[in-house]
Nanobody, 127 residues
Framework: QLQLVESGGGLVQAGGSLRLSCAAS????????MGWFRQAPGKEREFVAA????????YYADSVKGRFTISRDNAKNTVYLQMNSLKPEDTAVYYC????????????????????WGQGTQVTVSS
């Protein structure tokens, strides 16, 4: 079983920055791709960013490309989401996620590809 715990959310003004962290435990973290999703009130959970298990490849939703950066530190079993130039439309609960299978790749942007989810951390961007 994999446990994921997000942190780093909060209230920030438009144009500001936040860095989210997701600490993993229970499996060999370095073997698994990791993703970030978000869900705003009344909306579907949507893909934000993902990083391959090797860390060599990253993927982003068009809405955050150029503003958000995903990274991983395998020594700390942690994946990060650096969010810059935040906009009010970035307001949502942010979740990190991992797939069931080690060394898997492919459907990074698909919510159904992921099996493990954290509890989420709230990000609120004021205008």
């Amino acid at each position: 079983q994999l446990q994921l715990v997000e942190s780093g959310g909060g209230l920030v003004q438009a144009g500001g920055s936040l860095r989210l962290s997701c600490a993993a435990s229970g499996r060999t973290f370095s073997r698994y791709a990791m993703g970030w999703f978000r869900q705003a009130p009344g909306k579907e959970r949507e893909f934000v960013a993902a990083v391959s298990w090797s860390g060599d490849s990253t993927y982003y939703a068009d809405s955050v490309k150029g503003r958000f950066t995903i990274s991983r530190d395998n020594a700390k079993n942690t994946v990060y989401l650096q969010m810059n130039s935040l906009k009010p439309e970035d307001t949502a609960v942010y979740y990190c996620a991992a797939p069931m299978n080690a060394y898997s790749s492919g459907s990074y942007s698909q919510r159904t590809w992921y099996d493990y989810w954290g509890q989420g951390t709230q990000v609120t961007v004021s205008s």
